[in-house]
Nanobody, 123 residues
Framework: VQLQACGGGLVQAGGSLRLSCIAS????????VGWFRQAPGKERDFVAA????????SYADSVKGRFTISRDNAKTTVYLQMNSLKPEDTAVYYC????WGGGGNKESDYDYWGQGTLVTVSS
């Protein structure tokens, strides 16, 4: 499964961005999808996850109430809507897919990863 994350860019604090994760050649049917991020000099951290059916979501405490993970009806794209962005949200954002469908908060829960998209939030 090849994943492509896109939609990153430069935004001022308080602004919004929407990231997209697209699976090449297939849909996300039956798969969970997660978003992680890695800030400069730091480890990659969990951000949000959507389970295989789209019925359950989970978020890191640092983004709850500001970020929303969702999936389009065709199950070809998973989004991460990011509102009220803060400078500490600056990172490379990665999407990943969990073939077992659970959508956990650990990197080891996921089987395939996209290449990442850079989000920079200026103060």
């Amino acid at each position: 499964v090849q994943l492509q994350a896109c939609g990153g860019g430069l935004v001022q604090a308080g602004g919004s961005l929407r990231l997209s994760c697209i699976a090449s050649g297939r849909t996300f049917t039956g798969y969970a999808v997660g978003w992680f991020r890695q800030a400069p000099g730091k480890e990659r951290d969990f951000v949000a996850a959507l389970n295989w059916s789209g019925s359950s979501t989970s978020y890191a405490d640092s983004v709850k109430g500001r970020f929303t993970i969702s999936r389009d009806n065709a199950k070809t794209t998973v989004y991460l809507q990011m509102n009220s962005l803060k400078p500490e949200d600056t990172a490379v954002y990665y999407c990943a897919t969990d073939l077992w469908g659970g959508g956990g908060n650990k990197e080891s829960d996921y089987d395939y990863w996209g290449q990442g998209t850079l989000v920079t939030v200026s103060s």
